[in-house]
T-cell receptor, first 114, second 114 residues
Framework: DAGVTQSPTHLIKTRGQQVTLRCSPI?????VSWYQQVLGQGPQFIFQ???????GRGNFPDRFSARQFPNYSSELNVNALLLGDSALYLC?????????????FGPGTRLTVT | AQSVTQLGSHVSVSEGALVLLRCNYS??????LFWYVQYPNQGLQLLLK??????LVKGINGFEAEFKKSETSFHLTKPSAHMSDAAEYFC????????????FGQGTILTVHP
């Protein structure tokens, strides 16, 4: 079975630009969460979506937004990019039906803002 | 709110030696606890999880962890280190009221010397 997939793998943007990152969850998983991992730190929770609704939001500015589609894939959008947005963005999916709480991560998108 | 503290940002062991990575958590409600491993330029792979069943949890690649409520700890161990264990390890906590949100520690980089 395919795991969580993310695209693109790498991305270079300029300050002030906008970026869209994409995630496809494991088949059958309805919950998608997004994390930001700055170099040298642990991942920080950004959003969780379940059944196309936002169910949780971390301490990130409104420049960050996301959505989930009917096929449970998800997009993360970041507007007005800052140098500090440079990070590895991780998507994770989980099956809320099993109530097991573990999340399965994709390989991430490496965003560099110059 | 829940939190995780990983003691020691870097741990170095010889091949064949015991691996001990320390994790302490803080949570006002019963937690779910996880250990993830991250190899360079990759996403996170789940090693093991504690979800209120057995306190001694066995995971992949010979790793195990013991949940000690009295010490609020969930330390990761492996009896004999292998060169392929060199990676960064993250402890994470989730609680029932925040499904889909993992709170991670800062990570511990494990180096294995021949």
């Amino acid at each position: 079975d395919a795991g969580v997939t993310q695209s693109p793998t790498h991305l270079i943007k300029t300050r002030g630009q906008q970026v869209t990152l994409r995630c496809s969850p494991i088949s059958g998983h309805k919950s998608v969460s997004w994390y930001q991992q700055v170099l040298g730190q642990g991942p920080q929770f950004i959003f969780q979506y379940y059944e196309k609704e936002e169910r949780g939001r971390g301490n990130f500015p409104d420049r960050f937004s996301a959505r989930q589609f009917p096929n449970y894939s998800s997009e993360l959008n970041v507007n007005a990019l800052l140098l500090g947005d440079s990070a590895l963005y991780l998507c994770a999916s989980s099956s809320r039906d099993t109530n097991s709480y573990e999340q399965y991560f994709g390989p991430g998108t490496r965003l560099t803002v110059t | 709110a829940q939190s995780v503290t990983q003691l020691g940002s870097h741990v170095s062991v010889s091949e064949g030696a015991l691996v001990l990575l320390r994790c302490n958590y803080s949570s006002s409600v019963p937690p779910y606890l996880f250990w993830y491993v991250q190899y360079p330029n990759q996403g996170l792979q789940l090693l093991l999880k504690y979800t209120s069943a057995a306190t001694l949890v066995k995971g992949i690649n010979g790793f195990e962890a013991e949940f000690k409520k009295s010490e609020t700890s969930f330390h990761l161990t492996k009896p004999s280190a292998h060169m392929s264990d060199a990676a960064e390890y993250f402890c994470a906590v989730s609680v029932g009221t925040s499904y889909g949100k993992l709170t991670f520690g800062q990570g511990t980089i494990l180096t294995v010397h021949p």
